[in-house]
């Protein structure tokens, strides 16, 4: 399957300098990004729960594909470049090779998600209160709410 970058060839870059922030937690947009070159850390309340850091990563599409402002601020810790894909929904519509794409990169997240999810269960089975701490996630992951039409 083509690769993010080579399905947005055309879209615009844009060159981030270290410490300098793509997006901000709160905010809201219509752009998904794509990146190219670089590392960039991923800040939820302050705290740092993610580093991208290989080609071809998205950005920003949970945001955009839930309807919800940002739910992280992303920050740039090289000096690195990203695609920029604006009015990102509208290019989803239009493009179904990104579209797949983008739903193949969730899918191979949330089975990540899931198995690792699964052996941390399995580790704690014997530890009562980081079973309910599990318990608790997984609550919250089965209960998502329903996609809007």
Known sequence: MASLLLLTYAAPTIELAKGEVLITQGGRGKDLYVLDTGRLAVERDGVKIATIDEFDSVIGEMALLLG???SAT???ETDSKV???R???LVLERHPLI???LATLLC???DSTSALLADLSHEASDKPSEQGLLSRI???LAAAPPLKS
């Open 87 to 89: 009015d990102a929904l």
């Open 83 to 85: 695609r920029v894909v």
């Open 74 to 76: 992303v920050r740039a």
């Open 68 to 70: 919800k402002p940002h």
């Open 99 to 101: 579209t797949l794409r």
């Open 138 to 140: 997984i609550s919250v």
């Open 108 to 110: 191979q997240r949330l």
